[in-house]
C-alpha cells in the first residue's frame, strides 16, 4: 500500500507561507524588496486597516512581460538567480523566488504590470494560490500588487494579528528600513488614505532627517571609514541623542536591513562615557563587504546576518566611533580632581571624586571642515611614524572648553601646559614634574608615550593597514594548533594592524612586524600577542585594543626617558589626544597640585 503521497502545490505553498509571511509587515517588505530590485525610482505603499484589507505597492520599475507575470507567482521563480555560484554573489534583494508564491497562496492578489518593450500591459487576480483571471490591460510601465485579505484561508494566523496600530507600526518600520537603505527612491506611504511619509528623492543624510524629523540636521554626525574587509559609512546621533528606549539604531550590509546585538555592542561601549547607562545611541550604519563573505542563504524573514569577519568589522566599527566622537569633540573630559589622589596627611579633607562630565559645545558644527591645528610647533608628528590623533584641538575649541568648565582649577592647565618649555620640565624617575600658573604638574611620561602610541596607531588601523617594517630575515615561530586557530581566526585584524605572514599548522613565518615592534623584543611580543589571540575569546572584548594595547606596552617598556626632548616630544603630543588624562589602560597619566593645596600641606605644624 502506498502512503507516502506528495503535498499538492497549493498546499506546499500555504505551508512555505507560513514562514515567509508571518504579518502584514512581512509582505510589505517582500514587495518594496522587489520593486527596489526592479529599478523603481518612485515606490508607492498604501496600506488599510493595519494591512488586514489590504496592502497595495505601485512601483515605476521596470515591470513584466505576461509570462513573467504568471511564472512569478510559482515557488522557486526567480529572475535573479540561476546557478549555485550566483547565490554568492548577490546584490538584489530576493532571490529566493517564493516571496510572491507564498503572498498568493494566503491572500488575494492582483497584480498588474507592464514592461518597457510591452505596448499593453497585464492583469492577473490569484485566490489562495488558484489563478482567478488574467487578461490584458492599459497601463503605465511598472507593477501594481495588490495583496487583500490577508490569512483569509488561514483563521489562526489572522486571529493572531496584533490590533492594526501595532501592526502599521511594524509597517512602518519595515518601510523606513528600505527607505532609508534607498534615499535615491521616493517613497510614500499612505494609511487608510492618511499619508504619513513623502519622501523625495535625495541623499542620505536628507533621507534620515526626513525620517527622523525636525531639527535632525544638527542631531548627527557622519562616519566613514574604509578597509580592504569592510567599508563603513553612516551617521550617529550626538550623545544628547541617546535615549532610554531602543529605536533608530540601524544596521545595513548592502543596503539590506540587519540587526546585530553584537555590532550594537560595539558602538554602544565607543559612547561609554558619553551617554547615561541604559541609554541607547541613535545609528544609521552601512557596511559594505563581499557578498561572498556573509551568509546568504539566511532566512527570508530573518534579519540576523552571519558575518565571516565579525570580529575585525567589531574592532573597526568601535575604533571609527570613538574617532568620530573625538573629532566632532563629544569626547568626556575629566574634572581635575586630581588633588584627592594625593595621599595627604589625616584629617585633610577629602572631597568626593567627580564622575567625568561630558563637554559639549552646543554651537559646535560637525560639518564645518577643521582647520589645520596651531599649537603643535615642536618636531614633526611624521617623527616617529605616528600621525596624531586628534588634530583639531584649536584654539577656539579650548576656549569653548573652558567656558563650559566652570570647576576651578581645571581651566589654567591646558593653556600652560600648551606653552611648555623644555626648561620647564624636571625628571624624577619616569616622572616629569613641570611648573605652571600657581600648580605643579606630574606626569607619568610612560604612561604619556602610551597613550600617544596608542591614538596614533587605532588612528591608522581605521584608515588602512599600519606602517609596516619588513624584517631582514623571516622570522620563524613554532605554534601549538590553539594559537594556530586564533591566528587563523583572526587573520584579518593581525594584518591591518601591520603583520605580514604566512601561516601552516605548525609554523608561523613572519615577513613584516607593525614599526612600533621593538626588534630586540620581536619574540616576547609576539609571545604575548599569541597568548592575547589564543586567551581574549570573549567576541565582545575589543581585539584590536588588546593588541595594540600589547604592542604599545611592550615599546614603551624599552623606553629609557633619559632624554628630556623626548620627553617633552611626548607630553606635548600628549596634549592633542582626546584622553590626554588617563592612559589606554586606564591608569592616571597626570596630578595636579595647586599652589594652595601645597601650602595647606605646609601648615600643618610637626
Ligand atoms: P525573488 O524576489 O526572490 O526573485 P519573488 O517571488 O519576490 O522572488 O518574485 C519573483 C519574480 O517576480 C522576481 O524575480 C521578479 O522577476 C518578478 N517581480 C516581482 N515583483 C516585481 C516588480 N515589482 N517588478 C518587476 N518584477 C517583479
Ligand atoms: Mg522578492
Redesign the pocket.
Known amino acids: 500500500m502506498q502512503i507516502i503521497k506528495l503535498l499538492p502545490e497549493n498546499l506546499a505553498n500555504q505551508i512555505a507561507a507560513g514562514e515567509v509571511v508571518q504579518r502584514p509587515a512581512s509582505v510589505v517588505k517582500?514587495l518594496l524588496e522587489?520593486?527596489i530590485?526592479?529599478e523603481a525610482g518612485e515606490i508607492t505603499l498604501s496600506i488599510k486597516d493595519g494591512g488586514r484589507t489590504l496592502i497595495a505597492v505601485t512601483?515605476n520599475?521596470?515591470?513584466?512581460s505576461a509570462v513573467?507575470a504568471e511564472m512569478?507567482f510559482q515557488r522557486h521563480?526567480?529572475?535573479?538567480l540561476s546557478t549555485f555560484n550566483d547565490l554568492f554573489n548577490l546584490s538584489t534583494m530576493?532571490?529566493?523566488?517564493?516571496?510572491?508564491?507564498s503572498i498568493a497562496a494566503v491572500s488575494h492578489v492582483s497584480l498588474t504590470?507592464k514592461s518597457e518593450e510591452d505596448v499593453t500591459g497585464f492583469s492577473i487576480r490569484i485566490e489562495g494560490g488558484k489563478k482567478k483571471s488574467a487578461s490584458e490591460t492599459i497601463c503605465p510601465k511598472g507593477?501594481h500588487?495588490e495583496v487583500k485579505n490577508l490569512f483569509f484561508n488561514v483563521p489562526a494566523r489572522r486571529n493572531f494579528l496584533k490590533s492594526d496600530t501595532v501592526e502599521f507600526h511594524h509597517i512602518e518600520d519595515t518601510f523606513i528600513h528600505v527607505a532609508i537603505a534607498h534615499p535615491e527612491v521616493s517613497f510614500k506611504l499612505l494609511h487608510n488614505d492618511e499619508v504619513h511619509y513623502n519622501l523625495q528623492s535625495t541623499n542620505l543624510k536628507r533621507r534620515i532627517t526626513d525620517v527622523l524629523g525636525k531639527n535632525a540636521e544638527n542631531r548627527i554626525f557622519p562616519i566613514a571609514c574604509e578597509t580592504d574587509i569592510v567599508t563603513i559609512e553612516g551617521y550617529i546621533g550626538k550623545p544628547e541623542t541617546a535615549k532610554k528606549t531602543r529605536g533608530n539604531q540601524q544596521f545595513y550590509v548592502n543596503t539590506r536591513f540587519f540587526k546585530s546585538s553584537y555590532f550594537n555592542h560595539a558602538i554602544q561601549t565607543a559612547f561609554e562615557g558619553l551617554i547615561p547607562d541604559k541609554t541607547h545611541p541613535i545609528y544609521f550604519i552601512f557596511l559594505t563587504v563581499d557578498p561572498s563573505r556573509i551568509d546568504v542563504n539566511i532566512h527570508p524573514t530573518k534579519t540576523e546576518i552571519k558575518f565571516e569577519e565579525e570580529r575585525f568589522i567589531y574592532s573597526i566599527l568601535h575604533s571609527t566611533i570613538r574617532e568620530s566622537l573625538g573629532k566632532f569633540n563629544l569626547t568626556p573630559s575629566l574634572d581635575f580632581e586630581l588633588e584627592t589622589a594625593f595621599d595627604l596627611p589625616a584629617g585633610f579633607e577629602k572631597k568626593p571624586v567627580v564622575e567625568p562630565t561630558i563637554k559639549v559645545d552646543p554651537n559646535f558644527n560637525p560639518f564645518q571642515p577643521f582647520e589645520k591645528p596651531k599649537i603643535h610647533q615642536g618636531s614633526s608628528s611624521s617623527d616617529r611614524g605616528v600621525k596624531p590623533k586628534y588634530q583639531n584641538a584649536r584654539p577656539e575649541d579650548w576656549a569653548a572648553f573652558y567656558a563650559i568648565n566652570e570647576e576651578p582649577e581645571a581651566p589654567v592647565l591646558m593653556e600652560s601646559a600648551l606653552s611648555l618649555n623644555l626648561d620647564d620640565l624636571v625628571m624624577v624617575g619616569k616622572y616629569a614634574i613641570c611648573s605652571y600658573p600657581n600648580n605643579a604638574l606630574l606626569i607619568d611620561t610612560k604612561r604619556a608615550a602610551e597613550r600617544v602610541l596608542y591614538d596614533g596607531i587605532i588612528d591608522q588601523f581605521v584608515k588602512q593597514p599600519l606602517h609596516q617594517q619588513m624584517l631582514l630575515f623571516p622570522f620563524e615561530k613554532s605554534i601549538n594548533l590553539e594559537e594556530y586557530r586564533a591566528i587563523e581566526e583572526n587573520k584579518s585584524i593581525l594584518m591591518q594592524l601591520g603583520f605580514n605572514f604566512s601561516l601552516t599548522s605548525e609554523r608561523l613565518v613572519i615577513q613584516g612586524v607593525p614599526e612600533i615592534i621593538p626588534e630586540n623584543s620581536l619574540d616576547e611580543c609576539l609571545n604575548e600577542i599569541l597568548t592575547k589571540l589564543a586567551f581574549t575569546t570573549d567576541l565582545k572584548e575589543d581585539l584590536a585594543h588588546i593588541l595594540v594595547l600589547t604592542m604599545v606596552k611592550q615599546s614603551v617598556a624599552f623606553f629609557t626617558l633619559k632624554d628630556k626632548s623626548e620627553v617633552f616630544y611626548y607630553v606635548q603630543k600628549l596634549m592633542e589626544c582626546k584622553d590626554w588624562t588617563i592612559s589606554p589602560s586606564n591608569q592616571k597619566i597626570m596630578l595636579s597640585l595647586p599652589l594652595e593645596k601645597i601650602n595647606q600641606l605646609f601648615e600643618k605644624h610637626v
Open positions: 517582500e522587489n520593486a530590485d526592479a512601483d520599475g521596470k515591470g513584466m513573467d512569478s521563480a526567480t529572475s535573479k530576493g532571490f529566493r523566488g517564493e516571496a510572491l508564491a504590470t507593477t500588487i
